[in-house]
């Protein structure tokens, strides 16, 4: 069979390879391939760990405290932990220049979804509407992508906007918070499916409830943050295991693939790589060559081939991310309420907003506080720190946090191009990004909404501490190579090959012409397989 | 402009201090130590930015744990992210993260929501209070310290 070379390990690449594997293609696959930190003393609990530990303030802040969330930093409620700090570690001359756009890059085995928080919500055929591809057309990769990574989750009132599909599990447990939140619910359902048409449920989680393919089922240690230590909790680097398990795949790390090469008829012909550690450039022989290094690094890849070839500058044109806005709240009822330590840590509820288009929902994910260190959340509380700390202690079981979600949209003036005026160094990728004219007033009315939905539900939102990230936060890239079922430049086919080059295919969010509001990693995931299946 | 190199002593001071502040405890040598890792970690070190009032402000937060909370207070106010809130967060983060100090920022006081709401209002008197006292004792106090600067880099000779 041919040799598929891939670039990239993250969630749509090992996927996809796994898939071509199994139908005996030879794959190579080249990556940076930054590696983690196997999980320290796997049966402690989160609080065990801080007793057990020779060192637990290095385990929880780093080496270097880079984990310790300073005043000055006034980004985010949570940093990121040591153990995934690898996750974001940058390559030299990878950096991009950016207007309105923050943008997240990873070089890490499995890429960005080292670092997720589990979220497997499907497209609705809403939402697959600017796709050439209905629901039906993606379902069967949707239940095989759950098979191979296991789902926990149920069908409830959520299930209206997205399809419940095959090999779900039973849902995890759910903590004491999550239980009074989803009771209240249930009580206010009336007004709130009515009059704000929001829509309570369950989380769909890439965690296992039994146990599967050599993985244990969650066992509630709290560490989900931190690193899962029983693999009940899904990371790409799980399937890249399985995919190192055929003799016909072959994986080389420390590649960091600059661009590819192609002949007159535009064909490609080898994919050029710097050896990280050798700082020596290496060229690779392709038949099919297939992007996964999500969509800014695969944009970066094609965009520096042409220039490399012919010294043009293209532009790539539709740039999308969802806004996120975190709004905090208090659960009136849970206030002086002990927290439980031992739960599972990232989001059980989730909520969806209906509107009147695909691209008017809104996605919320509802997290309780638990296990994640408290003091970002204590520093923003208006008073001094010792009088924080009395009143946090009290509140911290009544604690959560929505991370609300908004759709996106290709627009021509966000754009990827490179910039090339230095001629001593290699091309940078400059980014320009600018939201909407009414996005301010889409937000402003979305959390008075939310606002509204959880004071139903019991919850207030402090004042002045709702925090919109700044675009490339969410890192859902997506949509500047988009599938198009009428050829043009810069576009795919239905099957994500390129227009522009017949060997070349994009399985990553490169080619997803529209950005729902839900987390896009399943799909990327269910996309990458049915590429595989279809096209190769 | 960098803090000036503290020695161990007056780190472990400051720490207990703080450390007192914070959560009514004094610290253990683990946490001393970590206290004083962290001064010595460049990354650490390096973040943020202060100035030489905000090196007179941790001189004077340092005296005790009352001290300590009118700086945080007038710091929580006026600059959020001056020296002595880099140094107190920096210590509650340590603090939240081993045994048996985390177990302070895991209690409840009660369940009763009349009385937590009267702390709660207790509390926020008791800052108003010092804020008021901090505006008092510490704006003028830094304000002074930073004209003396200023002053004094204006007879800087210049060179060329």
Known sequence: MDKVVIVGSGASGVHFALSVLQKGYDVLMLDVGRAGTEPVNGQNTFLDLKTKLKDPAAYFLGEDFAGVVNPDFKAEYYGIPPSKSYVFSDVDGARAETNGFSPLLSFAQGGLAQAWTGGVYPFNDDELEQFPLRYKDIEPYYNEVAKRIGIAGIEDDLSRFMPVHDNLMDPLRLDEHSVLLLSEYERQRAFLNDKLRCYFGRSRVATLTKE????????????????????????????????????????????????????????????????LPTKTAHEFPVVKLVLA????????????????????????????????????????????????????????????????????????????????????????????????????????????????????????????????????????????????????????????????????????????????????????????????????????????????????????????????????????????VRVAECAF | MKEPTLDSRTLDRECAVFCRYLIGEEPNDYVKGKYREAHRSPSWARSGHSDPSDHFLVKFARMSPWSTKVIDTYARVFRPAMLVRKKLVLLLAILESCAPTHAYLDAVDSRSLFLLSLRSLRACFTFALMVVVAVVLILPLELAVRGGVKFFVSWVPHNG
């Open chain 1, 212 to 275: 599967m393919n050599g993985r244990d089922k969650c066992s509630y240690l709290g560490r989900c943050l931190w690193g899962c230590p029983s693999g009940a909790f899904y990371t790409p680097s799980i399937t890249l295991n399985d995919c190192a398990k055929f003799p016909n795949f072959r994986y080389l790390s420390d590649f960091h693939v600059h661009h590819f090469k192609y002949n007159s008829k535009r064909r490609i012909t080898s994919v050029v790589a710097e050896s």
């Open chain 1, 293 to 528: 290094a999500g969509t800014l690094s695969s944009s970066k890849i094609f965009l520096t081939s042409i220039f490399e070839d012919s010294g043009a500058t293209v532009k790539l044109t539709g740039l999308m991310d969802n806004r996120q806005v975190l709004i905090p709240f208090v659960n009136l009822k849970m206030i002086g309420r002990r927290y439980d330590a031992e739960t599972y840590q990232y989001h059980q509820v989730a909520f969806g907003m209906e509107g009147d288009t695909p691209s008017a929902y809104l996605h919320g994910l509802v997290t309780t506080l638990k296990t994640a260190l408290v003091h970002p959340i204590i520093q923003n509380i208006p008073l001094d720190l010792k009088a924080s700390i009395a009143l946090f202690r009290n509140l911290r079981a009544a604690l959560g946090l929505v991370n609300l979600n908004f759709s996106d949209t290709r627009r021509q003036d966000n754009v990827l191009t490179l910039e090339t005026a230095d001629h001593g160094r290699k091309p940078t990728l400059r980014i320009h990004y600018s939201p909407t004219f009414h996005e301010p007033a889409r937000i402003q009315e979305a959390i008075r909404k939310v606002k509204q939905a959880f004071w139903r539900l019991k919850c207030v939102v402090p004042p002045g501490m709702i925090h919109v990230r700044p675009m490339g936060a969410s890192v859902h890239y997506a949509g500047t190579i988009p599938m198009s079922r009428t050829p043009a430049p810069y576009t795919t086919s239905e099957v994500c090959q390129s227009h522009d080059f017949e060997n070349l295919y994009l399985v990553d969010g490169t080619t997803f012409p529209f950005l729902p509001a839900k987390n896009i990693t399943f799909t990327l995931m269910a996309n990458a």
